[in-house]
C-alpha cells in the first residue's frame, strides 16, 4: 500500500511538471483561445457591422531577445507579456495592429499607406476562383473552345509591379484549367484567357481573350497511387524503422531535448517552421551553449522566364505573398514521415480571426539511414588491427509546404557533432503552358522552356529560398569572417613543389563588407565570438557550409530583380534588428523592392563584435524535362551550419552507439 501510495506520489508529481513546463514558453505559438481573444479585441474596436474587416495576418509580437534569454536563465519571475501582431485590411485600407493579451486591449494601431500589400488569404482566393463561372465573357469563351464549364477550374496569381508609378489596387490576375478526365489541374491549362480581378471589390475588373491554344490531353497525366494502372516497377520488400525503448527525443510542450540539444519549435502563418533558442550541452565545459537564436525561411522567390502576355507577371513571393506557413498541409504518417516519427499540430487564424487547427503539421524523428558519423581503421601493427566506427544517428524536424503546383520540404537536421543542417525538397507539379506544338522538332523559335509532352512546355523558371539565421555563437556578440583560399607561387629553391593554398581572413566590419558572392573563389565563411577562444587560442565559431551555389541570372534592372535584390548576394549580415524579419518586406505583395534586406543593408551599420544576422539564400534553375511530367521527383539543396573550433576536440569522440 506504501509502495503503491508513493508510485502514485511521484505519477501525480510527473504529470504536475509535465503541465506546468507545457504552460508557457515566451516564444510558444499563438494558441486557439489566443487567436479567440485577439479576434474579439479587434472586432469590438472595428465592429463589422460598420467596418469591412478581415484578418490578413495574426501572429506573435515575440518579446525582445534580452527578455526571453533573461527568462530563460530564470532571471526574472515575471513572463513576459502576450502580444500579438495583426495585418487587417478594413474598409478597404491596411492596418498593423498590437494586442495585448494580457491587458486584453490594442497597445498600438497605424494604418500603412505605402507601397505593396498583405498576404492573401485562402478564403479571398477562393472567392476570387469562383468569379469566373458565372462571368458572361468568360463562359463564352470555354464555350467558343468546346469545353466543358463544369469542368474548369481556376487559380489566381499575384501581378508582382512592372514600373508603374501609381500605386495599382489589391488585384489578382487568374489563370484557369480544364480537368475532363484527370485531378491534375495544373497539366492541362486553358491558355490565351486573362481576367483580373479586384480583392477589395471581388469583381473581375479586366477580361482579355488573346488566343486558342490546345489544351494539354489529359492522358498521362494521373500521378495518385490508386489510379495508376499496370506495368508497375518492380516492388521492393518492406524496410522499417523500430524503436523498441522508445525515441530518444524529449518534447515538453514546443521545447525539445535530444542528445545534447535543446530548441524550440513554433509555427508562424507566413515563415510557417521556426527553431529558436538552439543551444547544445558542452560535456568538457558542463554548460549548454548558445548556437542559434532564430532561424526559418524568410522569402521564397520563384520567378518564371515566359515573356508571353499571360505569363510575364510571374514572379512570385511565396512566402509574403501566399504564406509559407499557411501553404502547409497535414503530413501522412508513413509516407511523409517514418514510423517512428511523432507529430505535431499547429494553428493559424483564418479570415474572419477565427482558430484553424492545421494536424500533423510537423514531424520529430530520429533518422538513421546507414550513414557514418566517423570511424578509422589502424593497420601500422598488422597483429592488432584497430577498427572504430560510430553510425550516424540524427534528429529530424520536417514540414511541407505546398504553394499552388509545388511541394517543399523543409528539414531541419540536428547532429550529435554540434552540425545543424538545412535542407530542402522540391517536387510537385511543373507549372506549364499549353502550345500548339506536338513535337521537338517543330519549334523554331524561343518557347522559354521544354517540351515535356504534347502541346505541354515546361517552362524556365528559379527557386531562392532566403533564410533569416539569427546566430548568437556562445553569446550574442559575434563577428563574421570571410576567408580566401589562395595560391602562393614557391619561388625559391628551398622546396621541390611549385605551390600551394593558404588562408587569407578578414573580418567584416560593416554590413557593406559582408556581401558575398559565391561561387567565383573558394571562400570559409564564419560566425565567431570574438570575445571567446579555445585553450590553444582559436576564436569560437560557426562555418556555413552551403551545398551548391546558385545565384540569379536576372538583370539587376529587370521589375522583377530590382523586388527580389536580397538574392543578389548568397550570403548577407546585418545588425540585429527585431522589426528585420522578411527579406522582400514586410508587405510582399505589388512590392517595388523599398523594403527589403538589400535596403536595410546599405545603412552600413557597425557588424563587428555585434548582434548580428546571417542571411543566405539558395537557389535553384529549373530547366523541366520530360522527367518532370506528370508529378517531379524530388531534388534537394541546402546548407551546414557546422561548429569550427567551438569544442575543444571531436564532440563525438565519446558517443556511445545505440545497443
Known amino acids: 500500500m506504501v509502495a503503491t501510495s508513493k508510485t502514485i506520489l511521484f505519477a ?45 495576418y495574426v501572429g506573435l509580437e515575440e518579446p525582445t531577445k534580452q527578455t526571453v534569454l533573461s527568462w530563460l536563465r530564470n532571471e526574472t519571475t515575471t513572463n513576459p507579456p502576450r502580444q500579438a501582431f495583426v495585418v487587417a485590411r478594413i474598409d478597404h485600407q491596411t492596418h498593423e495592429i498590437i494586442v495585448d493579451l494580457s491587458l486584453q486591449e490594442i497597445t498600438s494601431k497605424q494604418t500603412y499607406n505605402g507601397y505593396g500589400y498583405p498576404l492573401l488569404t485562402e478564403e479571398e482566393q477562393e472567392d476570387a476562383n469562383k468569379l469566373a463561372s458565372t462571368y458572361p465573357l468568360f463562359v463564352a469563351s470555354i464555350s467558343k473552345r468546346g469545353l466543358k464549364l463544369e469542368e474548369v477550374v481556376c487559380g489566381s496569381f499575384t501581378v508582382g509591379w512592372f514600373g508603374e508609378e501609381r500605386k495599382n489596387k489589391r488585384i489578382v490576375k487568374m489563370m484557369c484549367y480544364y480537368l475532363d478526365g484527370t485531378l491534375n489541374a495544373d497539366m492541362r491549362p486553358i491558355e490565351g484567357i486573362t481576367m483580373t480581378v479586384d480583392l477589395d471589390e471581388m469583381k473581375i475588373i479586366q477580361f482579355r481573350d488573346r488566343i486558342i491554344v490546345p489544351v494539354p490531353k489529359s492522358d498521362g497525366t494521373e500521378y495518385r497511387e490508386s489510379k495508376l494502372k499496370p506495368p508497375f516497377r518492380p516492388s521492393l520488400k518492406r524496410t522499417t524503422v523500430v524503436q523498441p525503448d522508445g525515441p530518444s527525443f524529449n518534447i515538453v510542450g514546443s521545447q525539445i531535448r535530444w542528445a545534447d540539444w535543446e530548441f524550440h519549435l513554433s509555427f508562424d502563418a507566413r515563415a510557417g517552421m521556426i527553431i529558436s533558442v538552439a543551444s547544445i550541452y558542452d560535456p568538457e565545459k558542463q554548460q549548454s551553449r548558445q548556437v542559434l537564436y532564430k532561424g526559418h525561411v524568410s522569402e521564397l522567390f520563384v520567378p518564371y522566364m515566359d515573356l508571353t502576355e499571360e505569363w510575364y507577371y510571374r514572379s512570385f513571393f511565396d512566402v509574403g505573398e501566399y504564406g509559407y506557413g499557411l501553404s502547409s498541409l497535414p503530413l501522412q504518417p508513413l509516407r511523409d514521415c517514418p514510423p517512428n516519427a511523432v507529430f505535431m499540430d499547429a494553428y493559424f487564424a483564418q479570415n474572419d480571426g477565427m482558430p484553424v487547427k492545421m494536424p500533423n503539421v510537423f514531424c520529430i524523428f530520429e533518422r538513421y539511414a546507414g550513414d557514418v558519423m566517423w570511424r578509422h581503421t589502424e593497420a601500422t601493427d598488422p597483429e592488432k588491427l584497430i577498427r572504430e566506427v560510430r553510425p550516424e544517428v540524427s534528429l529530424v524536424v520536417r514540414t511541407v509546404s505546398t504553394v499552388g503546383n509545388y511541394d517543399y520540404i523543409n528539414d531541419w537536421e540536428f547532429k550529435q557533432s554540434g552540425s545543424i543542417k538545412v535542407t530542402v525538397g522540391l517536387t510537385g507539379i511543373l507549372e506549364v503552358r499549353g502550345t500548339n506544338y506536338t513535337h521537338k522538332d517543330q519549334i523554331e523559335e524561343d518557347v522559354y522552356g521544354t517540351l515535356i509532352a504534347e502541346n505541354t512546355i515546361g517552362v524556365r523558371h528559379d527557386h531562392f529560398l532566403t533564410y533569416r539565421l539569427d546566430l548568437d555563437v556562445d553569446g550574442d556578440a559575434n563577428s563574421f569572417v570571410k576567408s580566401k583560399l589562395r595560391t602562393v607561387r614557391v619561388n625559391d629553391h628551398g622546396s621541390p613543389r611549385k605551390s600551394y593554398w593558404t588562408v587569407d581572413s578578414e573580418t567584416a566590419r560593416t554590413e557593406s563588407d559582408a556581401r558575398i558572392k559565391l561561387g567565383s573563389e573558394p571562400v570559409d565563411l564564419l560566425f565567431v565570438n570574438p570575445n571567446k577562444k579555445t585553450k590553444v587560442g582559436n576564436l569560437i565559431g560557426y562555418r556555413l557550409v552551403p551545398y551548391g551555389v546558385v545565384g540569379p541570372l536576372l538583370s539587376d534592372d529587370d521589375y522583377p530583380q530590382i523586388r527580389a535584390a536580397f538574392t543578389n548576394y548568397n550570403a548577407w549580415v546585418t545588425a540585429y534588428n527585431i522589426s528585420e524579419k522578411w ?69 563525438v569522440l565519446k558517443v556511445v552507439p545505440p545497443s
Open 12 to 56: 501525480l508529481l510527473h504529470i504536475f511538471f509535465l503541465i506546468s513546463s507545457h504552460q508557457y514558453h515566451p516564444l510558444d505559438s499563438l494558441t486557439p483561445s489566443e487567436f479567440t481573444q485577439i479576434r474579439s479585441i479587434v472586432t469590438k474596436a472595428y465592429p463589422k457591422s460598420t467596418h469591412n474587416l478581415t484578418f490578413q
Open 583 to 651: 527579406a522582400g518586406g514586410l508587405y510582399a505583395d505589388q512590392s517595388r523592392g523599398d523594403d527589403t534586406l538589400s535596403v536595410w543593408s546599405k545603412r552600413n551599420r557597425s557588424i563587428e563584435n555585434k548582434d548580428i544576422v546571417l542571411w543566405y539564400t539558395l537557389g535553384f534553375h529549373h530547366v523541366p524535362c520530360q522527367e518532370d511530367f506528370p508529378v517531379m521527383p524530388t531534388f534537394n539543396g541546402g546548407f551546414e551550419l557546422r561548429p569550427s573550433n567551438f569544442f575543444e576536440s571531436n564532440p
